[in-house]
């Protein structure tokens, strides 16, 4: 079949165009293909027209006569070649047949040799075709081996990629449980400050409750003859160093007096000052806070004396209430 | 009617051939007449193809001359079914041409003073009787007309590939095209010339 590469082919050809191996390729495939041969009949008589496109032009009318000539005296030499005599010399034939015997030999041999050769090329074409068959059975096993490694690396691909999806659910379920841990850790750590917050207030209370314990509870009673029944309570907080004292029935006191409470510890050679204090005029009763002004250790007693307004540094009065 | 509509350029160089052939036989067998007739129909063509290449009128009437030799000399080897014989002729014609000129090496000159002017001798009334030299006008006309009704690029690639003796990849150079570009052209034009002109002929 026809197709545009052999017209192109057949386009440079008749143009003489075709070199080297093209040219013997074509003329390979030219000899053996009928309808090649009429394209390139049909298109070398086109390209040969394409001589009446050259501008007009026409030869000397004497070379038409120089022809003439030419041809006529090689006619005439060719009527004398034909009218030669040939005599057979008698020993043609002998020496023709001596010829065509050593041509027959030669041939012959040429004969035997060509079939050598020729039956040395087919061993070598069963060679090659042993070769050829022993390389494609070779590439076949090669691609059954490589056939079988693709197949098994893709079962390994398989359970790789299945072993990678049960890492990733344990991954995930870790971190569920990490999640959850983290809760149960912060539940725990808000329980625990709830209970170091408990803890604080029971220690506290504790505290509190051990300075209950270390409370000086003290009654004093009246020392004055005018008022026996003059009373009075002190309690000693020693953590705190305050204390609180509350009185009843003491008598009123004038405007340039002051009752003075005292703080006995045996630490010091004389009380402690624990402040002074009024009372109500009509009920003889107060209640005072009160704060020693040295440091304590221990409250041996309670004392209240009677002094001047203001209070004096060390007692001076009578003392109106003593603790028990 | 119109004549040109009924006109087979089949037939007619079928026809031409067919004449041509039997004068090549004739000069086979030393027919003098035949062999001056064959040369009214071919010189013409031959020798302006001769100077289209090689823009030498004394060159291109040597190279007619010796075409017209082998033939007088060949005309027995003449084989029809392998092409008519004014393709022969101008196969001959155009190889030697081209072997001349790439012999003498002046295909750079050559092609620079090559232009589309008619040259050499003009062609005058004298030699070929009368129908000899309507058939010429009537295939110069025709080729031509041929030629001119392809695309001008077509055209330039044909005649040079036909005329300059230059290679694929010189005339590809020459046009600044690609050669796979020049070779189509090549192929395209040839094969509208065939159809135009009716290379198809047995």
Redesign the interface.
Known sequence: MID?LH??LA??Y????L?GPELADFQAGLARDPALQTLV?????????????????????A??A???D???T??RW?AERRVVPFTVPVWLPWAAAACLAVSCAWLGQLYLVSRSENALLRDQQTLAEFELSSARNQLKAERLIAAHEVASATGQLATLEQNLRRARQEADDANLQLTSAQKLIAARDLQVAQNNERLAELEAKSAHDADLANFKISTLASLLGNSPQALAVAVWNPARQEGVLRVEKLPALAADKDYQLWLVDPQYPIPVDGGVFTVDPATGEARISFKADKPIKAVAKFAVSLERKGGVPKAEGPMVLLSQ | MNPAADFDPSAANAERARVDADLLRRIARDDREAFAQLYDRFSRPLYATALRVLNNPAEAEDIVQDVFLALWEKAASFESTRGSAFAWAVTLTRNRAIDRIRMRNRRAELLSQTTAEDAGTQPSDAGPDSATRLLFKEQTGAVRAAVAALPPEQQRAVELAFFSGLTQQEIAALLQEPLGTVKARIRRGLLKLREILGGRHD
């Open positions: 545009e017209e192109e386009s440079l008749v143009l003489g165009l070199e009949r049909e298109l070398n008589e086109t390209t040969c027209r394409l001589a009446y496109a050259a501008p007009a032009a026409a030869p000397s009318p070379l038409k120089r022809l003439l030419r041809i006529d090689a006619a060719r």
